[in-house]
């Protein structure tokens, strides 16, 4: 049956508008290949400062530098339920069904667009118009006690509703404001800022201290226009790319470091993979098959059995390791834990990670995909579930948790790792 997404071996401009409408960069002339800004670059932009890093930092990995990609935009074998992109309209397939494109050429595609991205549409003035933009805020706030809406502080400091948007989430992130009320969209001064200020110097000298400064977002600006660090885990199967290996040999032949994020369905591809990535992910998403099944929506057979069988092979792997488990409320973490110990003890990886799924985009339709009445919220585990779940799991294992990231809902622990080492890579 012909896909009306392929034509001649490429992916189709119909197929492709679908996510230029978004901050996506379709590359590469069979067009399978893409890279998208995170959230998280974009924070780092704004403030240059290592607490806008997300959870990868303890790896080292700095957002502004990281360029996140995928070689199989498409192509993924499972629909999994928990996932954030448009499965249902965005997958072409469960194989890798047009021409490869030459790696070499993709990775000087990928820095020429990340480099457009970083001048062009996220360029170094928006950033240091909002540091002063945050001044002006705090000074008019220090000045005007009570509450303050958006609108209402567009009309006094005279810029858009958008611009103060974005600075006001940056100081109330910082805890510099709080949002007031049950619509939460009121805003007042921090009660030691409002009592400890006078003037706008102060304000300013506050900021500079404990947020950012220009020479801060001018180097962060700088920065990005180089990255150090790929991220190959953007969309789709990566591993069903047949010049895999060839991708990730690119990007260290530039001295960068490499996550690759599999689903753990092809471990001939693991097996055969040279050079092996800086360090391998690889997404647990259930305890058994019965729990796989209904959390992935596999399109291929024996989906389960793969996934074991590259699990046995993580021990032998000659790179950095890591097993993520991408948790569910009501689905895929409630009364499982022996049973994920087991296999992480079967698999031995160097880290275990569990990370809370993102309820954004179309994961807001998981309810949906699961067939099931219940409210979105009731498959979204907060923070604290997961703290609670990531403490019982490290009583129960012996393995320690070494790191935490509220934000990210993100928690590690040290598997076949010494917990007092390090865990920054030190080389690609």
Not at 10 to 28: A, L, P, Q
Not at 298 to 327: F, Q, Y
Request: proline residues 5%.
């Amino acid at each position: 049956m012909k896909n009306r997404y392929i034509k001649d071996n490429t992916i189709t401009n119909e197929f492709v508008e679908t996510y230029t409408k978004s901050t996506y960069r379709i590359i590469g002339d069979h067009k399978h290949t893409a890279i998208k800004p995170c959230h998280w670059l974009e924070q780092k932009l704004m403030t240059g400062r290592s607490n806008r890093n997300c959870y990868k930092e303890v790896f080292g990995v700095e957002s502004h530098r990281c360029l996140q990609n995928t070689p199989s935009l498409p192509f993924c074998n499972h629909q999994c339920v928990f996932c954030w992109r448009d499965i249902e309209q965005g997958s072409i397939g469960s194989e890798f069904l047009v021409e490869p494109d030459n790696p070499e050429d993709l990775v000087e595609e990928m820095f020429r667009h990340q480099q457009d991205i970083i001048k062009n549409h996220l360029p170094l003035k928006r950033y240091l118009d909002n540091y002063e933009i945050m001044i002006d805020l705090v000074y008019y706030m220090l000045l005007h006690d009570g509450l303050h809406s958006i609108d209402s502080l567009a009309t006094h400091i005279h810029v858009s509703k958008n611009k103060i948007t974005r600075a006001l989430n940056l100081l109330k992130n910082q805890g510099f404001i709080t949002p007031i009320g049950t619509d939460m969209k009121h805003y007042e001064l921090n009660y030691e800022i409002k009592n400890s200020l006078e003037t706008k110097d102060e304000a300013e000298l506050l900021i500079k201290r404990e947020l950012t400064s220009p020479d801060d977002i001018m180097r962060a600006h700088s920065e990005a226009l180089y990255p150090n660090h790929a991220a190959i885990s953007l969309d789709g199967e990566p591993l069903l790319y047949p010049r895999i290996s060839e991708l990730i040999h690119e990007f260290k032949k530039r001295n960068m470091t490499t996550f690759v994020v599999t689903n753990g369905t092809l471990p001939q591809r693991i097996e055969k993979l040279s050079p092996l990535p800086s360090q391998l992910y690889i997404t647990l998403p259930a305890p058994n098959e019965k729990v796989y099944k209904k959390t992935c929506r596999p399109m291929i057979k024996n989906g389960w059995e793969n996934i074991m069988e590259s699990i046995n092979l993580v021990d032998s792997l000659s790179t950095r390791t890591l097993i993520r488990l991408t948790a569910v409320q009501n689905l895929n973490i409630d009364g499982y834990l022996d049973e994920y110990i087991s296999l992480i003890e079967k698999a031995n990886p160097n880290f275990f990670e569990i990370k809370g799924f993102t309820l954004q985009a179309k994961a807001l339709d998981i309810n949906k995909r699961l067939k099931s009445d219940q409210p979105v919220q009731d498959f979204f585990p907060d923070y604290q579930n997961l703290k609670q779940l990531a403490i019982e799991f490290e009583k129960k294992s012996g393995f320690p948790i070494i790191y935490t990231n509220e934000t990210s809902r993100d928690i590690l622990f040290a598997v076949d790792w010494n917990k007092n080492k390090d865990p920054i890579i030190k080389k690609p």
